[in-house]
């Protein structure tokens, strides 16, 4: 699976390239500090449209300008997706809407939440090669044991009687180990190593002097895993019923 590192990373510009460098990130389109650097030495990236920041602050999500963002960079190389713009917490038609509206010659992601419907997400599973999962509603936060039980009904929606799914999978604010092992996603992001490379409490009394040196070690910890290769319903899902 690919592991995208949300950015922008704290530290400076210097800790930023270390820590990108070889690496697979994710950009915000409400924080692009990094987007010189991604474009110079990470492997792939993938743009977000904000829409979760701007669920949080209660903002309005700037479409047109995020359309004209990701013209710009889709011919980079390295670009592999962008995020279709969507609303969290919105209704299904509200959501196809905006799916609608999404320029076909740019390479999009729909966004599934986990308060739509199965029928939904397996009507979005059959016609993108690549469906991301966002936590909403009454399971927004990822790892609790209600949400365990909503993604293994997922999973059971889209996923054949060998446990693979009809098209790739994405794992917004998914990328910790102990969610994406047991799920069989081709990628997932978090700022996990972003944000908690200026943590330094964390690390004890062997901690390393920068904050892209911290980074690397967390981002180094979960890029030693990877997904699982199909969908189980003998792994963490049932273990939470």
């Known amino acids: 699976m690919i592991h995208y590192h949300g950015t922008p990373v704290g530290g400076g510009r210097l800790d930023a390239a270390k820590f990108l460098v070889g690496r697979h990130a994710l950009v915000p389109f409400p924080r692009q500090d990094d987007m010189g650097i991604v474009a110079d030495v990470c492997q792939s990236f993938v743009f977000d449209n904000g829409a979760f920041s701007v669920w949080k602050k209660g903002g309005q999500l700037d479409v047109d300008g995020y359309t004209r963002w990701v013209d710009d960079w889709h011919r980079h190389p390295g670009f592999d997706w962008a995020l279709i713009p969507d609303v969290i917490d919105g209704d299904e038609n509200a959501n196809d809407r905006l799916l609608e509206q999404w320029p076909a010659h740019l390479p999009g992601v729909p966004v599934w939440h986990l308060h739509e419907s199965f029928e939904r997400l397996q009507h979005l599973a059959s016609n993108w090669k690549t469906v991301a999962f966002g936590s909403s509603g009454q399971w927004a936060m990822p790892g609790t044991k209600s949400w365990w039980v909503r993604i293994g009904a997922a999973m059971d929606a889209i996923c054949d009687e060998h446990g693979r799914p009809m098209c790739r999978l994405h794992g917004l604010r998914m990328l910790d180990p102990t969610i994406f ?36 070690v967390i981002a180094d910890r979960i890029e030693s895993h990877n997904s699982a290769h199909v969908w189980q319903r003998s792994g963490q899902a049932e273990l939470a019923i």
Do not use: C, E, H
């Open 181 to 216: 092992t047991s799920l069989p996603f081709a990628s997932a992001d978090s700022t996990n190593a972003s944000v908690n490379g200026g943590s330094i409490s964390r690390f004890g009394m062997y901690t390393p002097p920068t904050a892209g040196q911290r980074a690397s």
